[in-house]
């Protein structure tokens, strides 16, 4: 009978319990070095990984074969696929670890884009291509948005997780079906931008679109192609996003908390993000709280 594979989630954890804190980042020796720099056979059920290594060496287990790793490799496992790691004590780099379910890019790739992410792919990049460079450094923003904790920002983090999956995609010889044109990732990067900037504000799409030099209509699709979301959507999701940090990581009142989004009404206020996250402020203060004092 073969040995059974163990199945981990990033840390023990339930679906439920890491729905709100959904993507995690760690350098490669920090883990590894605990165990000998190897990481033996292991699945997780729930959970998609980016491995970067910036610099030294190693092994990846995937598909059952044991793939050389050298530095500027890119390993993806997604869920349920088995995976292990050997490193050499002087590697450098980064795991970036996210909820399977939260992929940011369903409805940017087609179905063969799709396939393509459901296998375990390794990607060697080019240090003299402009995409493996892009996707060298994306992977080290992510990695540094991501270790800020709070002071991050999950909408970029998610933007940037596109990019790199879609250009891994790329360099890695998939057919990308409707490919997002550079120049469109550029202007979705810019609204990403724009809209940490501005979203206390209240602006609406058409001041985005402006200062990008487009129509509303062009905006949206380019929105849609990168993010598969409206921009309305994009911007009330960096307004929630704020107002769950608020409640959990600070003990304002749910009225300053609304104060300091914008919102002259805490009604209104408690509506909007009622009809976002299915639960007033109080209801989800009060969820939040009761899972970190589990």
Not at 22 to 45: F, G, M, Q, T, Y
Not at 88 to 116: E, H, K, N, Q, Y
Request: proline share 5%; aromatic share 8%.
């Amino acid at each position: 009978m073969p040995r059974q594979v163990p199945t981990f989630s990033l840390y023990g954890e339930t679906t439920d319990e890491v729905a709100e804190f959904w993507v995690h980042a760690e350098s490669i020796p920090s883990r590894s070095r605990l165990h000998n720099w190897e990481i033996k056979p292991h699945r997780h059920d729930a959970l998609f990984q980016i491995l970067h290594i910036r610099c030294g060496s190693g092994e990846a287990l995937l598909d059952g074969i044991w793939t050389r790793l050298h530095p500027r490799s890119v390993v993806t496992v997604p869920s349920r696929a088995d995976h292990g790691f050997r490193f050499s004590p002087d590697v450098d780099g980064s795991v970036i670890t996210f909820m399977a379910r939260r992929l940011p890019v369903r409805s940017a790739g087609g179905p063969d884009f799709r396939r393509w992410l459901s296998s375990p792919r390794h990607i060697e990049l080019d240090g003299d291509d402009p995409d493996g460079v892009y996707l060298a450094e994306t992977l080290s923003r992510i990695e540094r948005e991501v270790s800020a904790g709070p002071a991050g920002t999950p909408d970029l983090v998610e933007a940037y997780l596109a990019s790199t999956l879609i250009l891994l995609y790329r360099l890695g010889g998939g057919r990308q079906q409707g490919s997002i044109a550079t120049r469109d990732q550029a202007r979705f990067d810019r609204l990403v931008s724009l809209i940490s900037d501005n979203f206390r504000s209240h602006r609406p799409v058409e001041f985005y679109a402006e200062r990008l030099g487009l129509s509303s209509a062009h905006l949206n699709r380019i929105a849609r192609l990168v993010s598969g979301k409206p921009t309305s959507h994009l911007i009330a999701e960096r307004i929630v996003g704020e107002a769950k940090r608020d409640l959990v990581f600070s003990n304002l009142t749910v009225q300053l908390v609304a104060s300091g989004l914008g919102f002259d009404d805490q009604a209104y206020f408690t509506r909007f993000f009622t009809r976002q996250t299915g639960m007033s402020p109080r209801q989800y203060r009060a969820r939040e709280m009761a899972r970190l004092t589990a």
